[in-house]
């Protein structure tokens, strides 16, 4: 069963950047799985932020991360990347990786088996 285990979450101010890992401490995160990263802010919904795609790689952003946002995969590091420049007070937020094998809907939390515990992003305006 995959494990997941997020890091690099800290405060940053605005106009920073961070970079966040997912890690597999059991389980490989290669090309069988699709990888996203969805954050829940203070009292709002868990949003879907981007999701990089089983076996092809391909990529997906929600609106108001594109442009500022990558995704990758480093199958040698068995490890998920999301790199966040131009971060804003509204990129607050726990940010936590998820996977599944197939998603037809890739920025849909439900859709997805495996979750790790969350790391906090805060950007400090």
């Known amino acids: 069963q995959l494990q997941l285990v997020e890091s690099g979450g800290e405060l940053v101010q605005a106009g920073g950047s961070l970079r966040l890992s997912c890690a597999a401490s059991?389980?490989?995160?290669?090309?069988?799985?699709?990888i996203a990263w969805f954050r829940q802010a203070p009292g709002k919904e868990r949003e879907g932020v981007s999701c990089?795609?089983?076996?092809?790689?391909?990529?997906y952003y929600t609106d108001s991360v594109k442009g500022r946002f990558t995704i990758s995969r480093d199958k040698l590091k068995n490890t998920v990347y999301l790199q966040m420049n131009r971060l804003n007070p509204e990129d607050t937020a726990v940010y936590y990786c998820?996977?599944?094998?197939?998603?037809?809907?890739?920025?849909?939390?439900?859709?997805?088996?495996?979750w790790g515990q969350g790391t906090q992003v805060t950007v400090s305006s």
């Open positions: 059991r389980g490989d995160l290669d090309y069988t799985y699709a």
């Open positions: 990089i795609s089983s076996r092809t790689d391909i990529t």
């Open positions: 998820a996977a599944a094998p197939l998603v037809s809907r890739p920025l849909v939390a439900n859709l997805y088996d495996y």
